[in-house]
């Protein structure tokens, strides 16, 4: 069933009587209508959470003291995913997952999607970290197992945005108030590919997207990368070679992906490349002046005259 919802999540209008457990802003929801935030569960009925937090607060900003508060009574801009706060949605519910995992309790230190818009000037800045920690200045990018070494992506994409974060802690751009309301200045900070010493271990879970038929797995893989992939929940069952898109085999690791990548093996089967072209064998003549086609001489009544022109006939 498809809903519209008002900010605070309570149903406008339904389309459609397919039933699913996903709902506003595309979490799952209980028979009790309370929506769940990992942390915490939302009540979009009070506009609040069931429980409180477990970040005080800070005195300058009222509204964070408000401990059962929602988004900072700011629903329209930000959403909670993680029953704390972030800086932005996630769009991937498996990325977004893993970022939550990877925060654990460490509310104050750990960033997930920061918008890194530092020079309105310059519009290429405008972009959202995966992950980072704001205390030690580890930096990483979240990518699917077969994405981690693609253009625009993984170590590459990390690196740029350790470049972007320390020249935005040495123009002073990296300070000001986060969702919640608490005060950040990271202009201290020393930002480098993350190292893994933060990172909570392999995560494990069922996938968000299917569920019965799939644990979501995560890693830390090489500095300032973090990838996941998919693997059969049933152990009995085996994968096919070549592996379908970012599935796995059970316990699987890096070492594993290594050897099977120095063997050779493609890990996505792709289509055979359509054959070029042939050109038809054929013998070009040579180039060379081209000569001037013989044409009949006409009889023309009275001849010609000087020029070339037709005798006037009489």
């Known amino acids: 069933m498809n809903g519209r919802y008002d900010p605070f999540g309570n149903v406008l209008t339904t389309n459609g009587s397919a039933t699913s457990v996903y709902g506003f802003t595309g979490e799952q929801t209980d028979a009790t209508g309370l929506v769940y935030l990992r942390a915490r569960y939302y009540a979009p009925g009070q506009g609040r959470f069931t429980t409180r937090d477990t970040w005080g607060g800070d005195d300058q900003r009222p509204l964070s003291l408000n401990r059962w508060n929602y988004t900072n009574a700011n629903p329209i801009n930000y959403t909670d995913p993680s029953g704390y706060w972030r800086w932005r949605r996630r769009s991937s519910p498996r990325e977004r997952d893993i970022e939550d995992y990877y925060m654990g309790a460490e509310l104050e230190d750990k960033q997930l999607e920061y918008p890194l818009a530092m ?13 980072f920690n704001s205390k030690l200045g580890n930096v990483y990018e979240v990518e699917p197992i077969d994405d981690r070494n693609g253009n625009g992506h993984g170590v590459g994409q990390a690196q740029r945005y350790v470049n972007l974060l320390n020249e935005g802690a040495r123009m002073d751009w990296l300070y000001g108030f986060a969702p919640g309301g608490a005060i950040y200045d990271w202009t201290d900070t020393q930002f480098q590919l993350g190292n893994g010493t933060d990172w909570r271990g392999r995560y494990r879970a069922p996938d968000p997207l299917q569920p019965d038929q799939y644990n979501l797995i995560a890693d830390y893989w090489v500095p300032g990368l973090v990838v996941w992939w998919l693997e059969k929940r049933d152990s009995t069952e085996s994968v096919p070679v070549p592996f379908p898109r970012n599935v796995r085999e059970k316990d699987w690791s890096k070492a594993k992906e290594e050897e099977y990548e120095r063997n050779g093996r493609q890990w996505s089967p792709s289509p ?43």
């Open 119 to 131: 020079d309105p000037r310059d519009a290429r800045r405008n972009k959202l970290i995966d992950m």
């Open 272 to 314: 055979a490349p359509l054959p070029l072209p042939q050109a038809p064998n054929i013998t070009l003549p040579h180039i060379g002046p081209i000569p001037v086609p013989l044409i009949p001489a006409l009889r023309i009544p009275g001849g010609l005259i000087a020029g070339g022109c037709p005798a006037k006939v009489h």
